[in-house]
């Protein structure tokens, strides 16, 4: 029969979180009695099946999207909205940091795992890293829940992206081209596209 001066063996999950509070605790364990709950920069990300896209609104043209791999694509949609987060969030970390984020996300999961972490050590591994990212560059973050009727324009992003990876065709290499001059390399290229050599 247990009792309270048992030993026990604790899980390497368990040992992970002890680590992190312990590492922690002690200098973000503080409430200010006065805080400024308004926003300096507000940021809309979305996910599907094939990728992900978001923006930020103050500056529209930081636009950031990427595609899932074969083993991503077949994650829960939870753990992909979540990654879009994460990836939106670093790879546009030099206009975020050291701000007051409002984040609009249209799966509500996202706003109780960010908020609150998760049962599932996946998920749960997110929030992990997520904090350490806000910690490191200053970044605060309130993830709200929007319907996705008001999150089209990260949507559109998302179908941009799977409308144009893998099918670019000539008219748009050419824009691209007198945009910012002769490409050396095209990376996009498969044996559907490869039309490198006939711009030449």
């Known amino acids: 029969m247990t009792s309270w001066n048992s030993c026990i063996v604790l899980s390497t999950e368990s040992l ?12 973000v364990n503080v409430k200010k009695f006065s805080s400024d709950v308004s926003c300096q920069s507000v940021v809309y990300s979305d996910a599907s ?10 500056t529209p043209f930081n636009i950031a999207h990427g595609m899932w791999s074969e083993c991503e694509a077949s994650k829960s949609s939870t753990w992909k909205e979540l990654n879009a987060v994460r990836n939106i969030l670093l ?18 999961n996202v706003v109780t795992t960010v908020e609150k972490g998760s049962m599932k050590p996946e998920l749960q591994g997110y929030c992990y890293v997520h904090f350490e990212n806000c910690l490191i560059h200053n970044i605060s973050i309130d ?5 996705r ?3 089209e324009k990260a949507v559109s992003s998302v179908v ?20 910012w001059g002769p490409h050396e390399i095209d990376w996009f290229a498969n044996d559907d596209n490869h039309i490198g050599c006939e711009l030449e």
Do not use: A
């Open 16 to 27: 992970i979180q002890i680590k992190f509070w312990r590492e922690n605790l002690e200098h």
């Open 49 to 58: 099946n094939t990728g992900y896209g978001g923006y930020v609104v103050e």
């Open 91 to 108: 790879s546009m970390i030099n206009v975020l940091k050291d701000k007051r984020i409002k984040w609009f996300s249209d799966n509500q």
């Open 143 to 147: 993830v709200v829940w929007v319907p």
């Open 149 to 151: 009727t008001l999150n």
């Open 160 to 179: 941009l992206l799977i409308m144009t990876i893998g099918v670019l065709t000539n008219k748009v290499i050419y824009v691209c081209r007198f945009l």
